[in-house]
């Protein structure tokens, strides 16, 4: 599967690792975060580094957010246009119920399976052993 981050802070880079391990391309990272330890990150994932959404999200199955809370429904926002046909859009931040529901309905609206995924544990204790829990469209798929 072909995947892309957008964030990768604790979170992104923690399920990046373990997607990588069990066999899965991250092929691109957005991330404000431009300086060379990000830089270096991304090269060791082997992928590209972009600072903001566009069209390279056409070529993924799966875009991960990995953002704030706060900015997760700017993000999916941004993102969801860019996605192709058969790509699922999962959200793994700490947003609100509302911008949760807000971002699902964007996803719907350009006909993208959208799952809303809770990390129900510290990741730096258990990192991706953590359990998820996960809800909406793309639940099943992600």
């Known amino acids: 599967m072909k995947i ?3 964030g ?7 399920y990046a690792q373990a997607w990588l391990a069990a066999g ?5 990272v957005c991330e404000l975060r431009q300086d060379a ?10 992928a590209t ?12 199955d799966l875009v991960v957010s990995a953002v704030f809370g706060y900015a ?3 993000v999916a926002a941004q993102a ?8 699922l859009f999962a959200d793994f931040t700490t947003a609100s119920a509302a911008d949760m529901r807000a971002a699902a309905a964007a996803a719907a609206t350009y006909g993208v399976p959208f799952a809303d995924v809770a990390i129900m544990g510290a990741i730096a204790l258990l990192g ?6 996960t809800a909406g469209t793309g639940a099943a798929a992600v």
């Open 4 to 6: 892309a981050l957008i």
């Open 8 to 14: 990768c802070g604790e979170v992104g880079h923690c």
């Open 24 to 28: 899965h391309e991250i092929v691109a």
């Open 37 to 46: 330890d990000m830089q270096a990150r991304v090269q060791g994932y082997g």
């Open 49 to 60: 580094l972009h600072a903001t959404p566009g069209a390279w999200l056409a070529d993924v």
């Open 72 to 74: 997760a429904q700017e």
């Open 80 to 87: 969801l246009p860019y996605l192709g046909r058969n790509a």
């Open 128 to 133: 991706a052993r953590t359990p998820l829990l």
